[in-house]
């Protein structure tokens, strides 16, 4: 039997209890790596744990306190190990509108999510790879919207900007550590958020309108960003550090 591309390596996935975050984890378990699973949805997240057996762990775990961080890390050392790879999926978005129509809390609650749990994951793990003194992988995931922002987005595509640089500073930061950052920037896709994203109803001419921006001719797809997550953490991207990698169909050319 052929070793996977991930055989014997350890991972933490937020937000891997669904959309691109459970392609993720599906992925990574069917190619050898033990997988802790982060997400405030405790019902998926321990279903999909179950499902996928021994390799796999679930940690409720919002992404934007720092304490419920450094205990998803200290799960994953306590049942696996120290992580090889991280993957900063979870995210969260404001509905397409009107920039001065989103309010504070929504904003700030946005920033937490998908930009300060990316300082609270680098606290919780760094250190740990450091000591152990052999490397590892951040994979972030920013979003297209960081590259080529839609209207109605504005606060949202300031978010993934920010997550798409802070991949960029890191991976100068961490190279002499031999610790890989890159981030993973898809265009909308078909998850959870996607209403949101759009603004308007889920409906197949709605779709159309937003697919007929994509040269290849439709969304992105959970096995879209789980592929390109799992060719990032993998020995064949071993030279690859501080790139934002669109996972888009053509969006942003």
């Known amino acids: 039997m052929s070793q996977g591309q991930l055989q014997d390596k350890i991972a933490v996935v937020t937000g891997g209890a669904a959309g691109f975050g459970e392609g993720i984890v599906r992925l990574y378990v069917a190619e050898g790596a033990r997988v802790v699973i982060a997400d405030l949805d405790a019902t998926k997240g321990e279903a999909l744990a179950a499902e996928l057996g021994s390799a796999a762990r679930f940690c409720r775990c919002d992404v934007s306190s720092g304490s419920d961080v450094q205990a998803l890390v200290q799960t994953c050392v306590a049942a696996f190990g120290v ?21 504070e809390a929504t904003f700030d609650r946005m920033f937490a999510v998908n930009v300060k749990s990316i300082f609270h994951m680098a606290h919780a793990v760094v250190p740990r790879m450091r000591e152990r003194g052999q490397g590892g992988v951040i994979l972030n995931v920013g979003s297209t919207a960081g590259i080529r922002p839609r209207p109605g987005l504005t606060w949202y595509n300031g978010s993934k900007g920010a997550v798409n640089l802070l991949s960029k500073s890191m991976a100068v930061e961490l190279g002499p550590d031999r610790i890989r950052v890159n981030a993973i920037c898809p265009v909308i896709g078909e998850t959870g958020l996607l209403e949101k994203f759009m603004g308007v109803p889920d409906t197949p001419e709605n779709r159309a309108r937003f697919i007929a921006t994509i040269p290849l001719g439709r969304m992105s797809r959970p096995s879209d960003v789980a592929a390109t997550a799992l060719f990032l953490a993998s020995d064949a ?7 934002e990698m669109p996972v888009d169909g053509g969006r942003t050319v």
């Open 237 to 243: 991207a071993g030279f690859l550090t501080g790139i």
């Open 83 to 103: 992580p090889d790879i991280v993957v900063n999926n979870a995210g969260t978005t404001h509905a397409n509108q009107p920039m001065l129509n989103v309010d």
